[in-house]
């Protein structure tokens, strides 16, 4: 007899040495993208736009931002962009849209933006030691003997057990590769083994930029300039403040004696992965679009410059940070938020379902912000030259408000035609459920989890609660194998939920009747 080996072997001999497909080798051809369907959804956030200026301006004004300036990105497009005050308070330059200011942490996002590229050319792995690509990490004192090696993912979500370094890192941007270097072969203190709590390192990030540099055989900062920045025709984005012309430059301050006092402005370096980009709003709109673009998965061109879908993995929630139970929006509103570090990405999800992504960006002289909300099309960037000026709050209130007065909702999911088909079969067998167990509608685990005869009288009591129907509601999808519709009766109403099975074609596994007051 032949002997058979087992699954995870067969599984194992098959992907060794396989090229990994660009592409799945077949799509349903069914599939609808969700989608919007307000069709006077722009002329109600072209409306709003007068509100959102003045919150942008009144919030700058309270907290004596030398200048703030600001965008609003709706379904990839910089939609409207404002400023105010100045970029150099001596020479009384205006802050505009297109005015050059150093975004900090903004950055991150677009050096693991550089990582995942290398990823998908398959030039590195995630899971891959640092040391492998930085070969003195091999030489690090870990906290424990059972620590793991520190990987490149680890770095990109603040895991690597780093310490919080936000006040030291600030002031290394303009450290050369030869001193990140040397203060690795110095040996490094470490805060957690890596891989079990989130802790923010900016060290971690400038790691990342030596990988890049190492991977691709280009300066980091030439890298992603080439590969990212000028194909989403980011042509104003630099790295260095020397190259920017004066007068579009922001100069950063500190308000210190009731008075703005200029902050030096540090030169390009190792550190620049974490923190260095400087951009103005019009350029940075480029990118947040791309990001917005992601959204929904659907079959159309991919045109890059890195994989739709890895600008969507960037964007998901990999290391829980914190839940915030008594979040507060600045109009008073509370609502729960959590919040996980993604890929140089904040993701933050509230009591009301909505997902913000984005980053905060603070240096001495600056502070950055933004969100975008891959459900509502919308999206939000502000940036200061005060020093660490909270951005946050600001635009909290800008999207917060955007919704409620252009009363904006979510992309609607549209239902899949085997939904659709399964619940026009399920209410030609209700409520008698005459021949179920012969239909072909459900799954092997359907009836020996409940007998036919008990949904039969649990779906006739509903029946006789409701009284006569009145019609059958349109099925509401959560995603293409599971939804719910309801009931209408004279007296009551039935709310009716199922879930398919992962066959094909899909079969009903789980079905609820719920009574609803009318």
Known sequence: MKKLLPLACLLATVAVGQPVPNKPDHVTKTYQPPAFTDPDRHKKIEAAIPVID????????????????????VDGKLVHAGGAGFTDVSKKLAA???SLFRIASMSKSVTNMAILKLRDEGKLRLDDPVQQYIPDMAKMTYLTADSPLITIRHLMTHTAGFPEDNPWGDRQLDDSDADLIKLIKGD???????????????LGFAMLGAIITRVSGKQYQNYITDNILKPLGMTHTVWEYTKVPAEQLAHGYRREDNQWKEEALLHDGSYGAMGGLITSVEDFSKYMAYHQAAWPPRSDADAGPVKRSSVREMQQPWTFNFLNPQFKYPGGRTCAMTSSYAYGLRWSRDCDGRVYVGHTGGLPGFGSQWWIMPDYGIGVVACGNLTYASMGNANWAVLDTLIRLADLKPRQLPVSPILAQRKNELMNLLPDWTNAEKSGL????????????HRRQAVKELYAKAGKIIRVGEMIPENQLRGRFLIEGEQANIDVFFTLTPENPALIQQLDFREVSK
Do not use: M, Q, W
Not at 54 to 73: D, Q, S, T, W
Not at 442 to 453: G, I, L, Y
């Open 54 to 73: 003045k919150l942008y301006r009144e919030y700058a004004e309270k907290n004596h931002f030398p200048g703030i300036v600001f965008g609003l990105v």
């Open 442 to 453: 459900f799954a092997e685990n359907f009836f020996p989890d409940k007998s036919v005869a």
């Open 188 to 202: 490094l203190s470490n805060s957690n083994v890596p891989g079990v709590s989130y802790e923010y390192s900016n």
């Open 96 to 98: 505009t849209p297109a």
